[in-house]
C-alpha cells in the first residue's frame, strides 16, 4: 500500500476532522471535532508539528496520524502523551506497526530533547471500541496499567444538593485567579497517576485560554484575602459536541480541592452549584473523566454522574 508520510501542519485540520469523522463511524467513542477544534489542538505549545507529528496519505486524503506530545514537566518520570487514528479502511498490521515505530522514535526525541536524565514512559489512552488500537499497543509492549470512566449526568434529575460548610463562599471564576488557579490544580493533581504539571502556557492553552471555556460556569472557594484557590471545578462547552449529538453538554474539565479540605463535602457543593447553574443556562447534561481508582469517583456519583464509557491507559517503559 503506496502512503505518504509527512509531518502535519495546521492547514491539515479540515482533513483531520475528516480522518475523526470515518473513525467514529466505526469506533463509536463519542468524540465529534471540528476542523476549528482540531487547529486549537495541533497548534499547544507542548506539540512541535514537525518533528512530533506524522500524517500518512493515500493521494491527497489525509488515512492515519500520529502525535507525540510532551510533559511540562519529569518528576520523576517522563511521560509523554502519544496519540495515533487509523482511517478504518486502512486499518492493517503494516501500517500499525510502522505508527508504533515511528511513536517510540518520536517519543525518544522529544525525550532527549527536554528530559534526558529522567525514566521514560509513553503514555497512550484508548476508548474501549478502539480495539485496533488497543492491539497496536499491546504487540508494540504497551501494557494496560488504569482504567479511566467517562460519566454523564442528567441535568432535568438532579439529587438535592448540600452547600458548601459554614464559612466558605462560592466564588465565579475571573481572569485575575487564573494563576492562583494554576497553583491550585498543579498541587491537587500532583498524586494523580500520569498527572504532571502544567505550564502557565499550557495552561492557558488547554484550559482558561480556550475557545471552549466557560468561565461563567465554573467556580471557586477561595480564602477570605482571595489570595489563594481552595476549591475549583473548571467547565467546557464543546459546540462542535452539541452539533453532532443535539445535546448542550457542560464538560466539567478539573475537580478539585486542597487536601487538608477534602472530606468536608466542598467539592460535591460546588460542583453540584456548577450543575444548577448550568440547568438554569440551558445545558441539558454534564460529563467528566475520572481513573477508577480516584476517590472523587464516590464524589461524582453523589451529584447524579453515572458511568457512560471506559477508556484506558497504557504504558510502555522505555530503556
Not at 505549545?45 to 493515500?58: E, H, Q, T, V, Y
Not at 486502512?90 to 508504533?100: G, K, Q, S, V
Not at 488504569?146 to 449526568?153: D, G, I, Y
Not at 480556550?210 to 464543546?238: C, E, G, H, N, Q
Request: glycine share 8%; with cysteine; aromatic share 10%.
Amino acid at each position: 500500500m503506496d502512503l505518504t508520510w509527512r509531518p502535519l501542519t495546521l492547514d491539515d485540520s479540515e482533513q483531520l476532522a475528516g480522518l475523526f469523522a470515518a473513525a467514529q463511524d466505526v469506533d463509536r467513542t463519542g468524540e465529534h471535532y471540528s476542523a476549528e477544534d482540531l487547529r486549537e489542538e495541533l497548534d499547544a505549545p507542548n506539540i512541535d508539528l514537525p518533528s512530533g507529528s506524522i500524517g500518512a496519505w493515500a493521494g491527497d486524503r489525509l488515512v492515519g496520524y500520529a502525535a507525540v506530545g510532551r510533559r511540562d514537566l519529569a518528576d520523576p518520570v517522563d511521560m509523554p502523551r502519544v496519540e495515533t487514528l487509523t482511517h478504518p479502511d486502512f486499518r492493517t498490521r503494516e501500517i500499525a506497526d510502522h505508527l508504533m515505530t515511528w511513536l517510540l522514535d518520536a517519543g525518544k526525541r522529544v525525550h532527549e530533547q527536554f528530559f534526558p536524565q529522567a525514566p521514560l514512559e509513553l503514555h497512550a489512552t484508548v476508548h474501549e471500541n478502539e480495539h485496533w488500537y488497543a492491539g497496536a499497543l499491546t504487540r508494540a509492549g504497551y501494557r494496560r496499567a488504569r482504567t479511566f470512566v467517562e460519566m454523564r449526568a442528567d441535568l432535568a434529575e438532579l439529587p438535592s444538593m448540600k452547600p458548601l460548610p459554614e464559612g466558605y463562599e462560592v466564588a465565579g471564576f475571573e481572569d485575575r485567579y487564573d494563576a492562583l488557579t494554576l497553583e491550585a490544580r498543579n498541587v491537587t493533581f500532583a498524586e494523580h497517576w500520569g498527572s504532571a504539571l502544567l505550564s502557565p502556557e499550557a495552561w492557558r492553552h488547554r484550559v482558561t485560554g480556550s475557545k471552549d471555556f466557560r468561565a461563567d460556569l465554573s467556580y471557586l472557594v477561595l480564602t477570605p484575602s482571595r489570595d489563594r484557590v481552595l476549591a475549583f471545578v473548571l467547565s467546557s462547552f464543546i459546540a462542535s459536541e452539541a452539533a453532532a449529538t443535539g445535546v448542550r453538554e457542560l464538560y466539567v474539565e478539573y475537580v478539585g480541592t486542597r487536601a487538608e479540605l477534602r472530606g468536608l463535602g466542598i467539592a460535591s457543593a460546588l460542583l453540584g452549584h456548577t450543575l444548577v447553574q448550568a440547568r438554569a443556562k440551558g445545558f441539558e447534561r454534564s460529563a467528566l473523566s475520572v481513573d477508577t481508582s480516584n476517590s472523587a469517583l464516590g464524589v461524582y456519583e453523589r451529584c447524579g454522574y453515572r458511568v457512560a464509557d471506559t477508556r484506558y491507559g497504557y504504558v510502555l517503559p522505555v530503556s
